[in-house]
């Protein structure tokens, strides 16, 4: 019984760590905004950013104890792109830092959508919870 409520807790708390990231930026010829969205399981935020404030974005590479990162720069600050750790592939990563840097360099571009899930957090979480659940749903002989 312990075990199954180990793997019923398990399923919960990795289904928590997913999340979603998108960054959507629209330009006009007068003016832009972006819309940072991040959100998970029980949780979302919202973060407005001129895109005459954008000035790029940088991939870091893990060190030591840290995962990777992609960081937005703007004129006057450092946005993180995911809420916290994530641990996304860095090719991924890499490809986003440099999608976000193309719009800034390239102001003929019109819009900008970059999204990072991981999703793979629920399908773990899911199997943990079935695994958990699954003896007490099955009829007793």
């Known amino acids: 019984m312990k075990l199954r409520l180990g793997f019923i807790i398990l399923g919960i708390i990795l289904i928590s760590f997913a999340q979603s990231n998108k ?3 629209t330009r006009t010829e007068k003016q832009g905004s972006c819309k940072l969205v991040r959100s998970g399981f029980l949780w979302s935020e919202e973060k407005e950013l001129p895109v005459n404030k954008l000035r790029g974005a940088k991939f870091y590479s893990p060190k030591n104890d840290e ?3 992609v960081v937005i720069n703007t004129s006057n600050s450092e946005v993180s792109f ?3 750790t994530s641990y996304a592939n860095e090719n ?3 490809a986003i830092a440099s999608q976000i ?3 800034v360099r390239n102001s003929e571009l019109p ?3 970059v999204e990072q899930n991981d999703t793979w957090w629920i399908v773990i979480g899911f ?3 079935a695994v958990g659940v699954y003896p007490l749903l099955k009829p007793k002989s």
């Open 23 to 25: 960054l959507t930026c």
């Open 67 to 69: 995962s990777s990162k």
């Open 82 to 84: 995911s809420s916290f």
């Open 92 to 94: 991924q990563q890499r």
């Open 101 to 103: 840097n193309n719009f």
């Open 111 to 113: 819009s900008l959508q």
């Open 127 to 129: 199997i943990s919870l």
